[in-house]
Every structure is written in structure tokens, then in C-alpha cells.
């Protein structure tokens, strides 16, 4: 902790740490259930229906509290499927129509299912990252106050936090600096008031002052205490963003989620 108020000129006090302590004690292991990240799958056979249904008996085993619904086409069906209904395609057949398909070779079932297990982890992990953001773009003629108010009034509109959140952000950013390497501020409440953990993201692309530094991004972090443990990938990839200026132009560039998504898991 010390080395990161060396580096980044934050101050924390015993409370914060250990807060931040337990903030990035595990890496995203407790979404990996979540009702908020099921995948929903389609399996692709073109030797009748027996094989799909050992393979979605072995994911629904397995996958249970992973998987929303896992549904069995046909090659035709397939064809003429959106690929945009569904998260995942396992086939047993050859090919590369989409980026969302995982070939299936049943003659090396129990090595493919285990390349199946790791694939499913990391669509959930994207899928998690969908359900943890939010993003604004905002012009440069607001205060860090209004910013911060605004961004706090649509999350107690959603019901994700008290309304004694955005007057708890502000009372935090009273005792020290929260901006990361001059390029990212990270506003967090000083007290418990969220409801449901969400990490709203602004975009200032002309910049906005904050305690005199001109910032373009703005992470306001919402986590539940029973959510901190986490984390650590997400805080992680927040520390590589303020050092690559790409990834800095490509959110600028590309407001939206799928931007976010390819910070994150890049």
C-alpha cells in the first residue's frame, strides 16, 4: 500500500486500507455463479441429437449456476439462428461462421471439455464485466461535485445506491486525492451505501477539473462490503489502463461497453 501512495500520491487512512485490503483480496471468483452472469449456449450436432444431449447433460452438471439455458440445433437451425441470441455455440461440426463458436472434437472429449471449462470462465468473465459497468459521457463545463452528483442520482435511480451515497462520495474526496497517476480519478463513498456493486464509468473527453488536474475519466466505484473480495482482476486492469495511453484513446474514441470489455480483458 505504501508503494501505490508513493506512486500515485494518495493518502489512505486505516479504515481505507483495510477496506481496499479486502477490496482486492480475490479475483472475481464471487460473480462466478452470479444470477447476473449466466451464459445462455447453443450446441451444434449434425449426428442427431444423442451426442448434444451427453454434452449439455455434462454442462448443466458442471455448469449449473453458469449456464441461464442451453438449447440444441440443428445445422439448418443454426444458419438462419442470430448469432446475437447466444453467448456460446459448442458444434461437433467444423467451422468458423462465428467468433462465439468452440469446436467440439469428440474424439478427445474429456481434453475439449476441459478446453470448454475455460472458455465458459472466460465468456462469463466478459459477460460479468457488462453487468458491473456503466458509462456516461459528459461535457467539460460540469464540476467535479456535479459530476459526481449526477453520476450518484442515476444510481439511486436504479436502485443501486442509498440516498446518502453521493454526499458520502463527497465527504471522501474531503480527506484526500483520488485520482490514479493523473489520468484516472476513483470517487468512492467513505460509508456503506450501496446496494447492488456497479462501477459507473464518465467520459470527460475535453477533461473536467478535479482538485486542480485536468481528468478525462472517472470510475465511480459502488461496491457492496460482501462484494469487495472480488475485485482484484478489475483493479488490476484499472492500474494498467492509467498507463496505456492506447487503451486511453480507444475509450475515448469508443465510448461504450465493448470498449470497456476490451480494457479489461485484454
Request: hydrophobic fraction near 40%; proline fraction near 3%; include cysteine.
Amino acid at each position: 500500500m505504501s508503494r501505490i501512495e508513493s506512486i500515485f500520491h494518495l493518502t489512505f487512512s486505516e479504515d481505507e486500507i483495510a477496506y481496499i485490503a479486502l477490496y482486492l483480496a480475490n479475483a472475481i471468483e464471487k460473480y462466478k455463479n452470479s444470477s447476473n452472469a449466466k451464459l445462455k449456449i447453443a450446441i451444434i450436432c449434425g449426428t442427431g441429437k444423442i451426442l448434444s444431449s451427453i454434452i449439455e447433460s455434462r454442462l448443466r452438471r458442471y455448469f449449473s449456476g453458469a449456464i441461464e439455458s442451453v438449447d440444441n440445433l440443428s445445422l439448418k437451425e443454426f444458419e438462419v439462428t442470430d448469432t446475437n441470441d447466444y453467448d456460446l455455440f459448442v458444434t461437433t461440426i467444423p467451422t468458423q461462421i462465428s467468433d462465439k463458436i468452440f469446436y467440439f472434437d469428440i474424439s478427445n472429449f474429456e481434453q475439449n471439455f476441459k478446453d470448454l471449462k475455460k472458455t465458459i470462465s472466460s465468456k462469463q468473465q466478459k459477460l460479468q464485466l457488462f453487468n458491473l459497468f456503466s458509462i456516461k459521457t459528459f461535457p467539460s463545463k460540469l464540476t467535479k461535485n456535479q459530476l459526481i452528483e449526477d453520476l450518484s442520482d442515476e444510481l439511486l435511480q436504479k436502485g443501486y445506491v442509498t440516498e446518502t451515497f453521493s454526499q458520502d462520495v463527497l465527504n471522501r474526496e474531503l480527506i484526500s486525492n483520488t485520482i490514479l497517476d493523473n489520468i484516472v480519478a476513483i470517487p468512492h463513498p467513505i460509508n456503506h451505501s450501496v446496494k447492488k456493486s456497479i462501477i459507473s464509468v464518465a467520459i470527460i473527453p475535453k477533461g473536467i477539473n478535479w482538485n486542480q488536474t485536468p481528468i478525462k475519466f472517472v470510475f465511480l466505484l459502488a461496491i457492496r462490503p460482501e462484494d469487495i473480495k472480488s475485485l482484484e482482476y478489475i483493479y488490476e486492469k484499472l492500474l494498467d489502463f492509467t498507463t496505456s495511453k492506447a487503451l486511453q484513446e480507444d475509450l475515448l474514441k469508443n465510448r461504450n461497453l465493448e470498449s470497456l470489455n476490451r480494457i479489461f480483458n485484454s
